[in-house]
Nanobody
Framework: VQLVESGGGLVQPGGSLRLSCAASGFTFSSYGMRWYRQALGKERELVAS????????DYADSVKGRFTISRANAKMTVYLQMNSLKPEDTAVYYCYVRWMSRDYWGQGTQVTVSS
């Protein structure tokens, strides 16, 4: 199993970024996917999750109405569209899947929201 995130960077408050997570090594369309984030000095927190077919999504209260998780099963990719970014969204963002009773994480992509 391999998860590779991309799309992070430096953005001004109020700006947008789109994160991608390319998956391989498992039957992508059979598993729910999640995005987590970890800010410096804080615990990792769940940001958003999506069901296998993409018909069900869930979000942390702190990002509801600003972030959108989606997936393209044919491309084995999950996305996180982040709008109206705030400085408190600054963190390393990780893609996650639980496969065969094990947890798999990507290497993370840094998102920095600053003027």
């Amino acid at each position: 199993v391999q998860l590779v995130e991309s799309g992070g960077g430096l953005v001004q408050p109020g700006g947008s970024l789109r994160l991608s997570c390319a998956a391989s090594g498992f039957t992508f369309s059979s598993y729910g996917m999640r995005w987590y984030r970890q800010a410096l000095g804080k615990e990792r927190e769940l940001v958003a999750s999506i069901s296998r077919a993409g018909s069900s999504t869930d979000y942390a209260d702190s990002v509801k109405g600003r972030f959108t998780i989606s997936r393209a099963n044919a491309k084995m990719t999950v996305y996180l569209q982040m709008n109206s970014l705030k400085p408190e969204d600054t963190a390393v963002y990780y893609c996650y899947v639980r496969w065969m009773s094990r947890d798999y994480w990507g290497q993370g992509t840094q998102v920095t929201v600053s003027s």
